[in-house]
T-cell receptor, first 114, second 114 residues
Framework: GAVVSQHPSRVICKSGTSVKIECRSLDFQATTMFWYRQFPKQSLMLMATSNEGSKATYEQGVEKDKFLINHASLTLSTLTVTSAHPEDSSFYIC??????????FGSGTRLTVV | DAKTTQPPSMDCAEGRAANLPCNHSTISGNEYVYWYRQIHSQGPQYIIHGLKNNETNEMASLIITEDRKSSTLILPHATLRDTAVYYCIVSAAVYGGATNKLIFGTGTLLAVQP
């Protein structure tokens, strides 16, 4: 149980375009979802926290207009990287939490901007 | 900032127990100790968590000191597939849906040697 599906696993896009990443909790309702970014050989950095039906809370230094987060239902959150540039190339990971406790992570999305 | 301190790397012989230490001297009374691991280019995988009592599951054991300022994750019989970065995280409990974020530190790279 407690599976989080993240899609796509890999994406290559051209500079200036937008990319949407989906995160779904398959067998539980996620009260809160988190989005992380990870650069090579570094740890996970929390980008934002989102609760269903409300605006996401962004960590300091994360541009909310660039990284759009939508958490429209208890099982789906999306992260859209707008006007992507090569420096946005990274490994993006979502996580979902349950009312009963616990955090489950998606398998990650490798974004490459060319 | 992460509230934990871990050694950057450790080696362990295959078949032997791996003992991964974590210091969390500023832990609060309502904060749990979580352990996750990340195999290269994958999302973090939950291992175990605890509040103050020692815990054991099919993957590992968690030993928390009486003053809760440090803990040790024990993998009883390490295999090559246990090679990963292990993260020790402290985070407050979930209450009725309110969720606290997981802040990752730098973790310990465990290399299991054949």
């Amino acid at each position: 149980g407690a599976v989080v599906s993240q899609h796509p696993s890999r994406v290559i896009c051209k500079s200036g375009t937008s990319v949407k990443i989906e995160c779904r909790s398959l067998d539980f309702q996620a009260t809160t979802m988190f989005w992380y970014r990870q650069f090579p050989k570094q740890s996970l950095m929390l980008m934002a926290t989102s609760n269903e039906g409300s605006k996401a809370t962004y960590e300091q230094g994360v541009e909310k207009d660039k990284f759009l987060i939508n958490h429209a239902s208890l099982t789906l959150s999306t992260l859209t990287v707008t006007s992507a540039h090569p420096e946005d190339s990274s490994f993006y990971i979502c996580s979902a939490s349950r009312v009963a406790g616990g955090y489950t992570f998606g398998s990650g999305t490798r974004l490459t901007v060319v | 900032d992460a509230k934990t301190t871990q050694p950057p790397s450790m080696d362990c012989a295959e078949g032997r127990a791996a003992n991964l230490p974590c210091n969390h001297s500023t832990i609060s009374g309502n904060e749990y100790v979580y352990w996750y691991r990340q195999i290269h280019s994958q999302g973090p995988q939950y291992i175990i968590h605890g509040l103050k009592n020692n815990e054991t599951n099919e993957m590992a054991s968690l030993i928390i000191t009486e003053d809760r300022k440090s803990s040790t994750l024990i993998l009883p019989h390490a295999t090559l597939r246990d090679t990963a970065v292990y993260y020790c995280i402290v985070s407050a409990a979930v209450y009725g849906g309110a969720t606290n974020k997981l802040i990752f530190g730098t973790g310990t790279l465990l290399a299991v040697q054949p």
